[in-house]
């Protein structure tokens, strides 16, 4: 194994500062001496501090939440919830109305319906906890500003 090969392959906890010292000072050694290992360092730095910024430290502009609130699966999902729903209770009720008229086993499509209230119900659960999770983020923000 060559050394940059070695240095390469402790550079993610050297980042990490996970190393123990003799390995620590041995990637600091080799970093100052060579120019291709550096710049591994530091694409893989910028990586690391890129995740570490999308995660903890989410700052939103005003567009940016705009397109938060209004985004696709939002949206989507809260569309398709609509649609399952009204769907599965038009079909309920259509049932009742036959059942009232024809009485006979439960048919395979009211279990079915019955599964599209529950998802419906759920994806428009998901759809307002997602937006009221975005507007508490927002809240604390604008309390940091003030
Ligand atoms: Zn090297």
């Given at each position: 194994?060559?050394?940059?090969?070695?240095?390469?392959?402790?550079?993610?906890?050297?980042?990490?500062?996970?190393?123990?010292?003799?390995?620590?000072?041995?990637?600091?050694?080799?970093?100052?001496?060579?120019?291709?290992?550096?710049?591994?360092?530091?694409?893989?730095?910028?990586?690391?501090?890129?995740?570490?910024?999308?995660?903890?430290?989410?700052e939103?502009?005003?567009?940016?939440?705009?397109?938060?609130?209004?985004?696709?699966?939002?949206?989507?999902?809260?569309?398709?919830?609509?649609?399952?729903?009204?769907?599965?209770?038009?079909?309920?009720?259509?049932?009742?109305?036959?059942?009232?008229?024809?009485?006979?086993?439960?048919?395979?499509?009211?279990?079915?319906?019955?599964?599209?209230?529950?998802?419906?119900?759920?994806?428009?659960?998901?759809?307002?906890?997602?937006?009221?999770?975005?507007?508490?983020?927002t809240?604390r923000y604008q309390d940091v500003q003030i």
């Amino acid at each position: 194994m060559s050394k940059c090969e070695k240095i390469n392959e402790l550079l993610s906890g050297y980042i990490d500062n996970e190393l123990v010292q003799s390995d620590h000072q041995l990637v600091e050694i080799h970093l100052r001496s060579c120019e291709y290992c550096q710049r591994e360092y530091q694409d893989m730095k910028k990586l690391r501090d890129a995740v570490a910024n999308s995660s903890v430290e989410m700052e939103f502009s005003t567009e940016q939440l705009e397109m938060i609130m209004n985004d696709l699966p939002a949206k989507g999902s809260r569309g398709l919830g609509w649609i399952l729903l009204l769907s599965g209770l038009i079909t309920l009720i259509g049932f009742g109305i036959w059942q009232f008229a024809i009485s006979d086993e439960p048919p395979w499509f009211i279990k079915t319906a019955i599964c599209a209230v529950a998802f419906g119900i759920l994806s428009l659960f998901i759809s307002v906890l997602r937006q009221r999770l975005v507007a508490l983020k927002t809240d604390r923000y604008q309390d940091v500003q003030i």
